[in-house]
């Protein structure tokens, strides 16, 4: 009979508190903005040991790179756009191709330069020429 109990009474508290989290969580505004999901993925094989990665970046109006063509913008010298989700779109990239607002970029980094990358996407200044 203890066990039912106390069963009864963890199954009901998990069951109310799993689903009122997010509810509360977005009265008390500590949720963030949604993540935007794009419509294609992308599948790799390992490259563990080739020491790089691809990270999937979602451009917004506050991107620093945001109206600049692919060759006016002084990426590390690692890095390389491999594609661009566009409004359900496959956009293959190259020197002329304008990044938009809520593009998805797939970026091959070095994982040695991947945070000099992801500080550059969210706003600190270009690498000197």
Do not use: W
Request: net charge neutral; charged share 25%; no cysteine.
């Amino acid at each position: 009979m203890l066990f039912n109990i106390v069963f009864f009474i963890v199954l009901t508290s998990a069951l109310i508190q799993g689903s009122s989290i997010s509810y509360l969580a977005k009265k008390l505004k500590l949720s963030g903005p949604k993540k935007e999901v794009p419509y294609h993925s992308i599948e790799l094989i390992s490259i563990g040991k080739a020491n790089a990665e691809i990270i999937e970046f979602q451009t917004d109006q506050n991107t620093p790179i945001l109206g600049k063509t692919l060759q006016e913008i002084n990426f590390p010298d690692s890095v390389l756009i491999s594609a661009i989700v566009r409004n359900e779109d496959l956009v293959t990239p190259y020197g002329e191709t304008v990044i938009e607002e809520e593009d998805f970029l797939y970026i091959l980094v070095s994982r040695s330069e991947k945070k000099q990358l992801k500080q550059m996407l969210k706003g600190k200044p270009d690498r000197p020429k």
